[in-house]
């Protein structure tokens, strides 16, 4: 149920953060790869994998793209992230700064090759592949700060000094 | 009867196998399925909200400055200021683009007639190269209408729909357009990407430093005469010269484009 919640998020924030009033870098970010991430804390790889898949087809459908190489590299990009953060037991900010970054990677990377292998002109270069994973990690920093602001918003410790103060 | 029971990890390689042939299949057929033009219309609500943000943070941003200033100048007539400021914050956005707008028509008052006046919904500049406007099939937008800013050609529509309509910039990696280098005598074809620029001219062609490009209107898409931008230094690579173009019209700042009839719409 989060997740479908953060999947919906992340769909309004893709087609907000491309608004002509605000600034043309933030359209480079992939917000929908955060959910893959999210996912990967809990899920086991192939479970991760399904849902990237699902991510990736979203990409591909709101991108306007051919459908169908988003779905297998956010797949491939979500089993992999999974293993990554497995292997490497990463938690806390680094979890998701980490995680957000390989999952672009991987996602726009082999979605480079795919479209290769299709004779698609894919519609960005390399810049634009550059810029997509620093804008997607710019965002895995960002909700790794908000989650660390809403953790210590609710830590006990917090609520044992507030307690402290009252008396 | 056997019964047959699929691994979680198998079904999605599977899956995956499937999306690959379908995705070959959709390439050859080109069209694009009812879900997507759906989906458009259900992200334009969310643009729209992303737009109203944004422009209330500019237009705070620029109250914020122009109260600071009224305030250093005028200190006893704040309450005047305020009520200034609130007028100024509201029309700010809307004179920029009117003036954009306006600068368009009266560069170009011959096409003013056919052309149809169009503001930016949306942009994406640095993935899918293309921009939303919101005029379309009902307001004369047709497809493969070439599509102006102030300083120049953006690009062409090349999706649309009753209301709104998509502009692929010259910028995509698919783009692509006839032009003639003012000085050179023969034609070249700009390509976009990264870095647009002039393909198929002649071998050792002396390219003039920052010499303008215009469209020459063979490909059948652009008029002929429209400004695209200036040349760089031109090198030749293999068969061909080849010279960088940098592009007049910056979609980055476009607020209002004017949408040209399509070749053939207009008697």
């Known amino acids: 149920m989060k997740l ?3 999947f919906l998020a992340a769909l309004a924030a893709h087609f907000a953060l491309r608004a002509a009033h605000l600034w043309w870098v933030l359209a480079a970010g992939q917000p929908l790869l955060l959910v893959v991430v999210a996912a990967a804390r809990a899920r086991p790889p192939v479970a991760t994998a399904w849902m990237g898949l699902a991510v990736g087809l979203a990409i591909d459908l709101v991108s306007g793209r051919v459908i169908g190489p988003g779905g297998i590299a956010g797949a491939a990009a979500g089993a992999a992230v999974s293993l990554l953060v497995r292997r490497l037991e990463l938690e806390g900010p680094l979890f998701w700064i980490v995680g957000s970054l390989a999952a672009a990677a991987c996602s726009e990377g082999l979605w480079f090759a795919l479209l290769s292998t299709l004779g698609v002109v894919p519609d960005h270069g390399w810049l634009g592949l ?14 790794a700060t908000v989650e660390r602001g809403v953790r210590a918003w609710r830590s006990p410790e917090r609520a044992r000094r507030r307690l402290l103060k009252r008396l | 009867m056997a019964s047959l029971r699929l691994r979680s990890d198998l079904a999605l390689v599977v899956i995956c196998v499937g999306l690959y042939v379908g995705a070959a299949a959709q390439v050859r057929s080109g069209r694009h399925t009812a879900l997507s033009l759906a989906l458009g219309a259900l992200a334009a609500p969310v643009t729209a909200a992303a737009n109203a943000v944004g422009s209330f943070w500019s237009l705070v941003w620029l109250g914020e400055r122009g109260l600071s200033e009224t305030i ?8 005047e200021a305020d009520e200034l400021r609130r007028s100024n914050q509201l029309l700010t956005a809307e004179l920029a683009a009117l003036r954009q707008g306006s600068q368009l028509l009266a560069r170009f008052p011959a096409l003013a007639e056919y052309a149809v006046l169009a503001r930016v919904q949306s942009r994406d500049v640095v993935l899918t190269h293309t921009m939303l406007i919101d005029r379309g099939r009902a307001d004369g937008v047709r497809l493969d209408a070439p599509v102006l800013a102030g300083d120049g050609l953006l690009g062409r529509i090349d999706r649309v729909s009753d209301r709104s ?10 783009a692509a357009a006839a032009v003639r280098i003012i000085g050179v005598a023969a034609e070249g074809l700009l390509v976009g990407g990264d870095q647009p620029s002039i393909t198929q001219l002649p071998p050792y062609t002396e390219v003039p430093a920052e010499a303008a490009v215009v469209s020459s209107g063979s ?12 040349t760089g230094e031109g090198t030749t690579r293999g068969l061909f010269t080849v010279a960088p173009v940098v592009l007049a019209a910056r979609a980055t700042d476009t607020m209002v484009v004017l949408v040209l009839p399509a070749i053939g719409q207009v008697p």
Do not use: F, K, N, S
Not at chain 1, 130 to 143: C, E, F, K, N
Not at chain 2, 219 to 227: A, F, N
């Open chain 1, 4 to 6: 479908a919640l953060a």
């Open chain 1, 130 to 143: 550059a810029a997509t994973v620093a804008m997607t990690a710019a965002i895995g920093l960002a909700v």
């Open chain 2, 72 to 79: 250093a100048e005028l200190g006893r007539l704040r309450a």
């Open chain 2, 165 to 174: 309509a998509r502009v692929q910039l010259l910028t995509h990696p698919a």
């Open chain 2, 219 to 230: 490909e059948g898409i652009y008029p002929p005469g429209l400004v695209i931008g200036t």
